[in-house]
């Protein structure tokens, strides 16, 4: 039986946080009363980006953790990305939010998504036995 207890935790936990930026994305839309695009308003295209930039890089990077999980890949890789790529989704987020422009928010967060995403691409592509 296939068993891949450390994809499934942080998948739990990216599950949440894109559950938690799906409904600042709703309760924004409600309350501005914009149903379709972001009504010119960059507070809530700030977090319309949040939701999205997190939906555009977290499936892919969890297909390379299952895949690099099912290769038997070492523990602490998988979580070294796991962890950089839960704080770098949040992080993001957040600096996104709070922030019409960059910020070092939005700028570290992409850095620890990136190495998620460099980190296990090449964990795949270099540990396949």
Same mark, same amino acid.
């Given at each position: 039986?296939?068993?891949?207890?450390?994809?499934?935790?942080? %998948? +739990?936990?990216?599950?949440?946080?894109?559950? &938690? *930026?799906?409904?600042? @994305?709703? =309760?924004?839309?409600?309350? #501005? =009363?914009?149903?379709? +695009?972001?009504?010119?308003?960059?507070h809530?295209?700030? @977090? /319309?980006?949040?939701?999205?930039?997190? !939906? #555009?890089?977290?499936?892919? /990077?969890?297909?390379?953790?299952?895949?690099?999980?099912?290769?038997?890949?070492?523990? !602490?890789?998988?979580?070294?990305? +796991? !962890?950089?790529? @839960?704080?770098?989704? /949040?992080?993001?987020? &957040? +600096?996104? =939010?709070?922030?019409?422009? @960059?910020?070092?928010?939005?700028?570290?967060?992409?850095? *620890?998504?990136? !190495?998620?995403? /460099? %980190?296990?691409?090449?964990q795949?592509?270099?540990?396949?036995?």
């Amino acid at each position: 039986m296939l068993h891949t207890p450390i994809t499934a935790f942080y %998948g +739990g936990l990216l599950g949440i946080t894109f559950m &938690y *930026l799906s409904i600042l @994305v709703i =309760k924004s839309r409600r309350s #501005e =009363k914009i149903s379709l +695009g972001h009504g010119e308003n960059p507070h809530f295209l700030g @977090v /319309i980006r949040a939701h999205g930039n997190f !939906a #555009e890089y977290v499936p892919l /990077i969890l297909i390379l953790m299952l895949v690099a999980e099912i290769n038997s890949a070492h523990e !602490a890789v998988l979580h070294v990305t +796991g !962890a950089a790529l @839960v704080i770098g989704r /949040i992080v993001h987020a &957040y +600096g996104l =939010k709070h922030h019409s422009g @960059v910020s070092w928010q939005r700028v570290s967060g992409m850095m *620890l998504t990136f !190495a998620a995403l /460099i %980190g296990l691409s090449v964990q795949n592509i270099l540990f396949l036995y």
